[in-house]
Structures are given as structure tokens and as C-alpha cells.
């Protein structure tokens, strides 16, 4: 199946400082991208929605001046979580899908943020 | 509103058959996905059904009926590393994901 790479798999990082998190379709045109947030015992929270050239939807409660979003080309967008805070620890995973009927979403890996 | 609806948690039995049910109530239908999630890792994909009727895929087997807005999936000859998070989306008619909580099931030896 489609292979969606998400990078890094795990990081670290100061509070205040800013995190920038990678997703790759490696064989396939994300027109669509997804962006997840999920913390412990909980199921995925929708953060956006991003098409690739246009900005991205966020969902309600979301940030959007937090959580950036970048769709810039078929096959990256990238999530920048700004000033992050303790409470942004999180695991975020993006998936991502192709136009047209065929919806399934392939995963990336996932991201296990820990802001110290 | 959209609504998924699934169990939180089940428990079954090694070498068993567990059923897990998932009945939805979404804004247009565009099929239905289960997926597999193990602690700490991203969900992997299991079924997509889109027309009525059962799809069978080895050990594990998902059913649709449309016209009730449910679906479930059969796991068949559980295993030990079957015990996983078992999650619900439903496709709407803008093509999003709607997702339920998903179900936590434990294997029991």
C-alpha cells in the first residue's frame, strides 16, 4: 500500500521553543493531508485539514496561530507547533489521501512530542 | 450532529471470536474504515466497506449494512497480539474522516 512517512519520530524540546513536524506521501499526490492529535487512552482529535496550495481548515478549539500548517506541495505538509507549552505533549499523526473516491488515508507514524 | 458510536473496552479469550460493533449517524456516508491501533504507534488499516454485505480478510471479517448505519467487525482465533485499540471512521459526504473513540480489547490466555 501507500507508504505516508512522518518525521521525527520522537523529540524533545524546551518550552517556548518551536517544533517543526514532517509528513511525506513517498508514492503517491497528497492533495488532501490530515493532521491528529491524540492523547493517552483517547481516541485521534482532528486538528485540520490541509489541501495542498490552500490553507488549511481547522477544526474547532484549534489554534491555528499555534498549530502551523504547511501544504505546499503534493507530497509534504508540515505542522509547526509555536511557543510549545508543557500541555502540547502530545502524540500528533498525520495521514494523508489522493483526490477522488478512493479515500482511504494512509498513515504516517506518529510523533511523540514531550515539551520539558 | 455526526455520531460514532462503539464499545470502550472487551474482553475475550485467546483462540475466541469477538465481535465489535460500530453504529454511525454522519452527515452523507462515503464508507467505512476499521482500523487497528497499538499503544504508542499510529493506526494501521484493517477494512474499508463501502456497499452492503460482509468482506472477509482472514482472520478478520467486516460487515456493513447501510441502511441501519452499522458495522462490525469479527476477529477470528484471537492472539495475544490482537489486544489493541479498535477504531471506527466513517466518510462523509466531504470526505472527511469522522472517527469513533474507538474500542480497547483484551486478550485473555
Known amino acids: 500500500g501507500a507508504v505516508v512517512s512522518q518525521h521525527p519520530s520522537r523529540v524533545i524540546c524546551k518550552s517556548g521553543t518551536s517544533v517543526k513536524i514532517e509528513c511525506r506521501s513517498l508514492d503517491f499526490q497528497a492533495t488532501t493531508m490530515f493532521w491528529y492529535r491524540q492523547f493517552p487512552k483517547q481516541s485521534l482529535m482532528l486538528m485540520a485539514t490541509s489541501n495542498e496550495g490552500s490553507k488549511a481548515t481547522y477544526e474547532q478549539g484549534v489554534e491555528k496561530d499555534k498549530f502551523l500548517i504547511n501544504h505546499a506541495s503534493l507530497t509534504l505538509s508540515t505542522l509547526t507547533v509555536t511557543s510549545a507549552h508543557p500541555e502540547d505533549s502530545s502524540f500528533y499523526i498525520c495521514s494523508a489521501k489522493s483526490q477522488g473516491e478512493s479515500t482511504e488515508a494512509f498513515f504516517g507514524q506518529g510523533t511523540r512530542l514531550t515539551v520539558v | ?109
Not at chain 2, 15 to 20: M, S
Not at chain 2, 29 to 52: C, I, K, M, R
Not at chain 2, 70 to 97: F, G, P, R, T
Open chain 2, 1 to 109: 450532529g455526526q455520531n460514532i458510536d462503539q464499545p470502550t473496552e472487551m474482553t475475550a479469550t485467546e483462540g475466541a471470536i469477538v465481535q465489535i460493533n460500530c453504529t454511525y449517524q454522519t452527515s452523507g456516508f462515503n464508507g467505512l474504515f476499521w482500523y487497528q491501533q497499538h499503544a504508542g504507534e499510529a493506526p494501521t488499516f484493517l477494512s474499508y466497506n463501502v456497499l452492503d454485505g460482509l468482506e472477509e480478510k482472514g482472520r478478520f471479517s467486516s460487515f456493513l449494512s447501510r441502511s441501519k448505519g452499522y458495522s462490525y467487525l469479527l476477529l477470528k482465533e484471537l492472539q495475544m497480539k490482537d489486544s489493541a485499540s479498535y477504531l471506527c471512521a466513517v466518510v462523509d459526504s466531504n470526505y472527511q474522516l469522522i472517527w469513533g473513540a474507538g474500542t480497547k480489547l483484551i486478550i485473555k490466555p
